[in-house]
């Protein structure tokens, strides 16, 4: 995989994850282009799209557009699967996660990212052990946190989850229909 | 100094702005304050500035003086701080910056971290941006963590590898050792990566390929486990376990099993059995499936029904992936029933298939046809649903293969002919039209073909040949077939002298290259009367391809395709004086001296040599230069053609400062060597020669664009040609 971008139905980029190396510059341009592509296409079409010398995958989860480009060699029904394992752990992570949980806790996104893949490839094919990775990792953090002495922000990230009220559809409902008719 | 506001503080304040306009005042708010923060070199909140600032780039502003703040987080004692310091790096720092070697130091230390998180943390930052350099430092650190018994840092430690292997291939070696198994390993995670590090492996080097080979047997039995064993909650995907590592291993069989019989062998019970055990009707199923594919191509014959159903689909990135996998799947097996559903794709698809599509089933036809007529009746179908979309060198490729097909000759001349009646506006199906109307415009009248009626009047069909060339509808390259055409016909028909009216009016014509040919084929009627019987006009191959036998001489190979029609006038001349010692050395009048390039003048022999093993291109002269190509293979490099051009020059004055320029494609190199001197003599009374050195690694067809400025009578002429008719010998 070359690179993973994720953004909305508007053109807003939520995540970046490049696992080739490019200036500001070309990553820009990439991405306005590879997202207006996207954007363009009607519901009904292919996941898979050529663009460039790159094979293009993608799949849209409520608002937001999972966007991942692979090489020729690679295999393009595979990648689905890894986008969707990829929603799944932010689903189990997160509790039916929406858009505004990767907005918000965009950090969170990019570390379960990093335990599943790793150098564009899955380091991790059994979803419990990422997420037990996380949770340990997790961990590590508050009581270093805690450790230093710091004001107590080891309960603030209870207490900003708690407080959303802005409700937007939940990716849960879309992950359960779109397995049953997964093709 | 109050404490800077949280992440998710700022993150909230920024989504209310309503303009770009005041969203920019706040990011621009923000970023002050937060380098003020950096500049008191505050240790507790800079976790907390560096994770606003990823959020601020992450809406696209600037946020670079942020990548030392990263570097000092990485170096920090806290998790938090490494966490996030690594996650800075990662998307603020890139290779072509020096600074990101800073962090090289800090990797290598926390690569011996006594936590596994942090040592997670240093082995992830390096397999996605690390640089060369960093690889290169660091792969001693990796390669001693792939040999871990530590599960969780084995399989980051084999991506790891993989990267430090693409960024510096000749350190894949070191990794040999570690590798030796890594494939007995129970955890999913490892194996998986295991494979892909063993797949890099392979694909980078043959001798890694031999040497990996004995993993078949392992792999496949790890495949038969994840297929047999029974459900796996931890792995399930729709009812398949660890489609992942599956994929994976099906991939690295299929490289390890080609061109290896035992290996095959050994793969092909379970490949069977994954075929059938798999379910397609889910994404997932059809994923292993995909590769499976790849390795067994019978397979994927079971499949064509859909396949070919996918030529009708809505979506143009499927339709263009189904007619090249159709095209793929052809065989002399299916070729009736394929062609059929291809030709129908041809006529209903969008025009930016249908040169493809056209191509393909030249292609396809010209490997399994089953008889010449269904070939000539389905070229027929292609250039008349599709002939202005059919590729310009598609040309000259038809009227080979229709050439070769003898015993079709009467009923492709007729069906073209009737083609044309019908509709001249399709260029490709006009020119191969025209060239097998000259050629085998007798047998059109003479009514050898059973099934068409013979055209009874001669005439009509120079109507035809002469509305073509005065159709707005015809190019210039269509009429010059038309103009040859006519010409031809005159040693076929007996109108003689409409031919020749024809072909006096176009000698004053506009188009430099129609004027050429007519003024040439003039001079054929005036001078040559008597042997333009001898010198019937067959077609290039016959000779250029290796036909090379005395039989052919009779019917010297007379190029009449575009461009070469003035090296074929050479050719007559030189023809002549082959035959006339071939009649008996008959006084037919003064024979025009041409210079002949390299080969001494010997009878008989020089048409020989001249074709040899060269053959020879040219292109139209322009104003009385000539320019002739010859063409050696270069030993030992077979990529490398050498090609020599002779500039002679048939006016009455030198052509001096005579400069030779060419330009080539993209996928060629070339090399101009220095020319023989820079003036070429009047009345042919010798010749410039020069090198060029053409690399051709990808086989395409030689294509050149040249240019030509010399100084004559005072004057510059500048001159500017294009040649693609480069016989293939020279290039393939």
Not at chain 2, 51 to 70: I, N, S, V
Request: aromatic share 8%.
């Amino acid at each position: 995989m070359q690179f993973m971008l994720l953004f909305s139905r508007q053109g807003k980029l939520r995540l970046q994850k490049w696992y080739v190396p490019l200036s500001d510059k070309e990553k820009k341009k990439i991405t306005r282009e590879l997202v207006q592509t996207v954007l363009a296409r009607k519901p009904k079409m292919c996941s898979f799209l050529e663009w460039r010398d790159l094979k293009i995958v993608y799949k849209r989860y409520a608002s937001l557009y999972f966007c991942c480009a692979i090489e020729d060699q690679d295999n393009e029904l595979i990648t689905l699967e890894i986008i969707h394992r990829y929603v799944e752990l932010l689903d189990k992570y997160f509790g039916s996660v929406c858009e505004l949980d990767i907005i918000f806790n965009f950090e969170k996104a990019y570390f379960i990212l990093d335990e599943f893949l790793l150098g564009g490839e899955a380091q991790e094919t059994s979803k419990k052990n990422v997420l037990k990775a996380i949770e340990q990792a997790d961990l590590l953090q508050e009581v270093s946190h805690h450790e230093a002495c710091i004001a107590p922000s080891g309960n603030a990230f209870l207490t900003q989850h708690s407080s959303f009220l802005i409700h937007e559809p939940t990716l849960n409902s879309h992950i359960l229909i779109t397995r049953n008719m997964c093709s | 100094m109050p404490a800077p506001i949280r992440l998710r503080e700022l993150i909230r304040t920024i989504r209310t702005a309503r303009t770009q306009a005041e969203e920019r005042e706040m990011i621009q708010k923000e970023c002050a304050a937060i380098r003020s923060s950096f500049r008191e070199e505050d240790n507790t909140y800079r976790c907390r500035n560096v994770a606003k600032l990823l959020y601020m780039h992450m809406l696209g502003y600037p946020a670079h003086f942020g990548q030392l703040e990263c570097l000092k987080l990485i170096a920090s004692q806290k998790f938090t701080d490494k966490r996030i310091g690594y996650l800075g790096a990662m998307l603020l720092l890139d290779e072509r910056q020096d600074v990101h070697l800073l962090m090289t130091n800090c990797i290598k230390n926390d690569l011996n971290h006594s936590t596994q998180y942090v040592q997670g943390l240093a082995l992830c930052t390096l397999g996605c941006m690390g640089s060369s350099e960093m690889c290169r430092d660091l792969a001693g650190e990796v390669e001693k963590l792939l040999k871990t018994s530590n599960s969780y840092l084995r399989k980051k430690a084999a991506l790891c590898a993989v990267h430090v292997i693409r960024k510096v291939p000749e350190l894949m070696e070191m990794f040999l050792p570690a590798t030796k198994n890594l494939l007995s390993e129970k955890n999913h995670g490892v194996l998986h990566t295991s494979v892909v590090l063993l797949t890099e492996m392979c694909e980078r080097s043959p001798d890694m390929l031999t040497h990996f080979r004995k993993l078949v047997p392992q792999l496949v039995r790890i495949l038969k486990n994840l297929i047999m064993s029974g459900y796996s909650p931890e792995h399930d995907v729709s009812g398949i376990s660890d489609p992942f590592l599956q994929v994976r291993i099906l991939r690295l069989l299929r490289i390890l099993g080609k061109s290896d019989d035992d290996s095959s062998e050994a793969m092909n019970d379970i490949l069977a059995q994954v075929a059938t055990n798999t379910e397609t009707s889910k994404n997932v199923g059809n994923a292993i499936l995909f590769p499976l594919l790849q390795t067994d191509h019978n397979a994927v014959q079971r499949h064509r029904s859909t396949i070919v159903d996918c030529l009708k689909d809505l979506d143009v990135s499927i339709k263009r992936r189904a007619m090249e996998l159709s095209f793929a799947l052809v065989n002399g097996n299916n070729i009736r029933g394929m062609m059929k559903e291809l030709l129908y794709f041809l006529d209903s698809c969008d025009p930016e298939f249908k040169a493809d599509c056209a191509s393909g089933v030249f292609l396809a036809a010209e490997k399994y046809a089953p008889s010449k007529r269904w070939h000539i009746d389905t070229i027929m179908r292609v250039l008349t649903t599709a002939g202005s979309y059919v590729r310009d060198d598609s040309v000259p490729n038809l009227i080979q293969l229709i050439t070769n097909s003898v015993e079709m000759h009467a009923y492709t001349v007729q069906r073209l002919y009737k083609a044309l009646l019908d509709d001249i506006s399709q260029q490709p199906l006009v020119q191969v039209a025209s060239w097998c109307i000259g050629e085998y415009g007798d047998l059109l009248v003479s009514g050898q073909c059973e099934e068409e009626e013979p055209i009874q009047v001669k005439d009509e069909v120079l109507d035809v040949l002469e509305g073509l060339l005065v159709s707005n509808l015809s190019t210039p390259v269509t009429r010059g077939y038309s103009l040859t055409a006519i010409m031809k016909l005159s040693t076929r028909f007996s109108s003689v002298n409409r031919i020749k009216k024809v072909v006096s009016i176009y000698g004053s014509s506009i188009d430099v290259e129609l004027q050429q040919r007519a003024v040439e084929y003039n001079a054929l009627f005036k001078k040559y009367d008597h042997m333009r019987y001898e010198l019937r006009w067959c077609s290039t191959h016959s000779l250029l391809t290796g036909g090379r036998t005395r039989s052919h001489l009779n019917e010297t190979g007379l190029v009449a395709n575009l461009g070469l029609h003035s090296l074929t006038f050479m050719y007559l001349q030189l023809c002549a004086n082959d035959l006339l010692d071939l009649l008996g050395g008959h006084d037919v009048g003064p024979v025009i001296q041409t210079a002949l390039p390299t080969k001494p003048a010997s009878a008989g022999g020089e048409l020989l040599d001249l074709l040899g093993d060269l053959s020879l291109s040219g292109m139209p002269s322009m104003n009385g230069l000539k320019i002739e190509f010859t063409f050696e293979r270069s030993n030992p490099n077979p990529n490398i053609s050498v090609i020599t051009i002779h500039a002679s020059n048939t006016t009455e004055a030198d052509m001096t400062d005579f400069v030779f320029q060419a330009a080539v494609p993209k996928t060629f190199q070339l090399q101009l060597l220095s020319p023989s001197s820079n003036v070429v003599p009047a009345l042919n009374q010798g010749n410039i020669t020069q090198v060029i050195r053409v690399l051709n690694p990808q086989k395409q067809q030689l294509r050149m664009r040249i240019k030509l400025t010399y100084t004559y009578k005072g004057a510059p002429v500048q001159d500017l040609a294009e040649v693609n008719n480069f016989p293939p010998q020279s290039w393939q």
